[in-house]
């Protein structure tokens, strides 16, 4: 079975510009959840999609937001990009969406960086 | 406010040498405890769920345990394969509402052959 695929792998932007991230799940997973990995932060929780609808967000601006399709998908976009969006942005797929005790799998993620 | 703390932040070891990586946590209702490993570049692999205390799980040369306030990830007779960055995260309750996961910054393990 194929894992959690997220394109583009890099992505390099400027200042100002938006960007739009792509992750496909785990096949028949429903849940996928986006983080921001950064070496003084962290992993840090975004928000998580089920079925179309965002379940649950973290504490990140609203420059951030993301949607889910009817086959799963999701795309995040980032708008008016800031120099500390540079991260590592992963996304992660689920059977059920959190808040149950199920596993989450995790895709290579998208290195973005910002200058 | 949950949290998960990890220590030691980094670890040396030689190829051989068993030692234990430690996972600290304060979360209000606690509905699973996960370890990842991360090789540089790539995203997280999961390695254990852990979801009470006194449960303990193994695979290769690496064994988690759960109290309730911690956990460790043991790593007996470890080889240069095993070096890796190891994350923490939990998954509290909060509630009837969604859950999602609360890493800690991981301990980055080198074993030297």
């Known amino acids: 079975k194929a894992g959690v695929t997220q394109t583009p792998r890099y992505l390099i932007k400027t200042r100002g510009q938006q960007v739009t991230l792509s992750c496909s799940p785990i096949?028949?997973?429903?849940?996928v959840s986006w983080y921001q990995q950064t070496p003084g932060q962290g992993l840090q929780f975004l928000f998580e999609?089920?079925?179309?609808?965002?379940?649950n967000k973290g504490n990140f601006p609203g420059r951030f937001s993301g949607r889910q399709f009817s086959n799963s998908r999701s795309e995040m976009n980032v708008s008016t990009l800031e120099l500390g969006d540079s991260a590592l942005y992963l996304c992660?797929?689920?059977?059920?969406?959190?808040?149950?005790?199920?596993?989450?799998?995790f895709g290579p993620g998208t290195r973005l960086t910002v200058t | 406010e949950d949290q998960v703390t990890q220590s030691p932040e980094a670890l040396r070891l030689q190829e051989g040498e068993s030692s234990s990586l430690n996972c600290s946590y304060t979360?209000?209702?606690?509905?699973?405890l996960f370890w990842y490993r991360q090789d540089p570049g790539k995203g997280p692999e999961f390695l254990f769920t852990?979801?009470?205390a006194g449960e303990e799980k193994e695979k290769e040369r690496l064994k988690a345990t759960l109290t309730k306030k911690e956990s460790f990830l043991h790593i007996t007779a470890p080889k240069p394969e095993d070096s890796a960055t190891y994350l923490c995260?939990?998954?509290?309750?909060?509630?009837?509402?969604?859950?999602?996961?609360?890493f800690g910054k991981g301990t980055k393990l080198s074993v030297k052959p």
């Open positions: 999609y089920f079925s179309e609808t965002q379940r």
């Open positions: 979360v209000s209702g606690l509905r699973g």
């Open positions: 995260a939990v998954r509290a309750f909060y509630g009837g509402s969604q859950g999602n996961l609360i």
């Open positions: 852990l979801y009470s």
């Open positions: 096949s028949g997973h429903r849940s």
């Open positions: 992660a797929s689920s059977l059920v969406p959190s808040g149950s005790s199920y596993e989450q799998y």
